[in-house]
Structures are given as C-alpha cells and as structure tokens.
C-alpha cells in the first residue's frame, strides 16, 4: 500500500524556520515527483512547491521563492520543504503528494497528483 507520511510541523514564530518531510512507505520516491500543497480552512489548496521525478528540477510559488527549499534524499526515501523566514500567512495545513513519471511545471493541482499524504499543521504566530 503506497503512503505519504507529512511531519515536521508545528508553531514557530515569525522569521523562524521549520523543515518539513515527507517520507514513502510502500514506495520509492525516486521515481516520483512531490509536490507540497498547503490549506487554510475556506480557501483552495495551493502547490507551492514541487520537484520533478526525472531530473530533480523544483518550482516554487512566488508566494513562497526564496524562502522555501525543496530537496529530496532517496537513502531516506524522504522529500524535504525547508521552510524559512516564515510569515503569518505561510499558516496552513500542508500536505505531500505523489505522482510517477512526471515533470513539474510550476502550475500544480491537485489532478496532478494521484497519492497524498495527511498534512500536517504550520502555525506562524508570536
């Protein structure tokens, strides 16, 4: 059974950093691409980030360039968002996804991605 396992959140103040990862259980990441979404209650689910299944390319939102790194480490079978000079409005629930054989764009939805983790919460508060 394929699984998207999210951790790495929780409540950091303004300018603080948080990584988050996301780790495949019953799968190997190196031959997916991961997008990061994140979720505030009311509004769509937005990509923010993502890296390419075949040659580890990354996009990242403006919202979020220059602040947020996404990498991955096939030993751990794990997908990273370092996530730095975080602001309030960075507050959300993010969630992984997985999809086989494909190339990011910098346009990802949600059809874009067939396996999905659970979330978890990123809260940027003093």
């Known amino acids: 059974q394929v699984q998207l396992v999210e951790s790495g959140g929780g409540l950091v103040q303004p300018g603080g950093s948080l990584r988050l990862s996301c780790a495949g259980f019953g799968v190997t990441l190196d031959y997916y691409a991961i997008g990061w979404f994140r979720q505030v209650p009311g509004k769509e689910r937005e990509g923010i980030s993502c890296?390419?299944?075949?040659?580890?390319?990354?996009t990242y939102a403006d919202s979020v360039k220059g602040r947020f790194t996404i990498s991955r480490d096939n030993a751990k079978n794990t997908v990273y968002l370092q996530m730095n000079t975080l602001k309030p409005e960075d507050t959300a629930v993010y969630y992984c996804?997985?999809?086989?054989?494909?190339?990011?764009?910098?346009?990802?939805?949600?059809?874009?991605?067939?396996?999905w983790g659970q979330g978890t919460q990123v809260t940027v508060s003093s």
């Open positions: 996804a997985a999809e086989t054989y494909y190339t990011c764009s910098g346009r990802e939805t949600l059809l874009d991605f067939g396996t």
């Open positions: 890296i390419s299944s075949s040659d580890d390319s990354t």
